[in-house]
């Protein structure tokens, strides 16, 4: 029976006829406090459904506040684990919400972040294993947010340490991997081909070109990757649906960029 909740979820947070998906991350005020574009929640959550996004990340005390009682509807991720920019270990994260929790929210899957390489490696990956299990015990499905970070990582986007991230992710049960772009379809494609689950893109600090932006979600899709869990780049752009709206073109129908870009304009 928890297979059947798992892929009925999973269809909530996947475009069900591409296998693909567009995710975006309200999760960022844990760390880094309440930045332009997720200091009005509601707002946003609002913008990115209308935009078609398939599915949100947020904590959960923002549950409630991004909730929609109108318009389109959007699949909410529960983030579990956290750390702040203001700690002397920014990248060690703690478990701060259960499955179960999050179930009792209603969420339709949860996420988990986990920086290989750092020095709290190894009680993230414990913190990894239980929250793995405790996802198949109850058919939740299960993003896994892996990084290269940490005293042993020189380049975080370097394809030989973002592949053996993703490989981490799928391997330790994650149903839905998120890493970093490496910057071109070519090197992309050995870190989908190492990883046995879909795999999405992060998008990273927030960009100035909406053309760079749109190459990389291109690119990312051309080496065999199933879509993006796109942040800043999305909820701090002038038109944040419409940014959405650009980014579904590529995703969902297989436009190009200069598809994508007209939306834009």
């Known amino acids: 029976m928890t297979i059947i909740g798992k892929h009925i979820r999973m269809e909530r947070i996947m475009?069900?006829?591409?296998?693909?998906?567009?995710?975006?991350?309200?999760?960022?005020?844990?760390?880094v406090g309440p930045i332009e574009g997720i200091a009005d929640i509601k707002?946003?959550?609002?913008?990115?459904?209308?935009?078609?996004?398939?599915?949100?990340?947020?904590?959960?005390?923002?549950?409630?506040?991004?909730?929609?009682?109108?318009?389109?509807?959007?699949?909410?991720?529960?983030h579990l684990?956290?750390?702040?920019?203001?700690?002397?270990?920014?990248?060690?994260?703690?478990?701060v919400c259960s499955v179960e929790e999050a179930i009792k929210l209603g969420a339709d899957a949860v996420s988990i972040h986990v920086n290989i390489g750092d020095g709290q490696e190894k009680e993230m990956l414990n913190d990894f294993g239980k929250v793995a299990y405790d996802s198949r015990t109850w058919g939740m499905p299960l993003l896994a947010m892996m990084y290269p970070r940490g005293e042993k990582i020189k380049d975080e986007y370097d394809v030989e340490v973002v592949k053996h991230a993703a490989r981490v992710g799928c391997e330790m049960g994650a149903d839905i991997v998120k890493v970093s772009y490496t910057g071109s379809p070519d090197t992309f494609?050995?870190?989908?081909?190492?990883?046995?689950?879909?795999?999405?893109?992060?998008?990273?600090?927030?960009?100035?070109?909406?053309?760079?932006?749109?190459?990389?979600?291109?690119?990312?899709?051309?080496?065999?990757?199933?879509?993006?869990?796109?942040?800043?780049n999305?909820?701090?752009?002038?038109?944040?649906t419409r940014m959405v709206q650009a980014m579904a073109t590529i995703i969902l129908k297989n436009g190009s960029v200069e598809d994508a870009l007209k939306i834009l304009e």
């Open 189 to 232: 494609s050995k870190v989908v081909e190492g990883c046995t689950v879909p795999v999405v893109i992060a998008g990273g600090e927030k960009m100035d070109s909406d053309k760079a932006i749109l190459e990389m979600v291109k690119g990312s899709i051309e080496a065999g990757g199933s879509g993006v869990s796109i942040g800043r």
């Open 81 to 95: 684990s956290a750390s702040t920019a203001l700690s002397v270990y920014p990248h060690s994260k703690t478990i």
């Open 15 to 31: 475009d069900r006829n591409t296998g693909r998906t567009i995710i975006v991350p309200l999760d960022h005020g844990v760390s």
């Open 43 to 78: 707002t946003t959550v609002g913008l990115v459904a209308d935009g078609g996004a398939k599915a949100i990340v947020e904590h959960k005390g923002l549950v409630g506040a991004g909730h929609r009682k109108q318009g389109s509807d959007i699949g909410l991720i529960v």
């Open 234 to 240: 999305v909820f701090q752009h002038k038109n944040p």
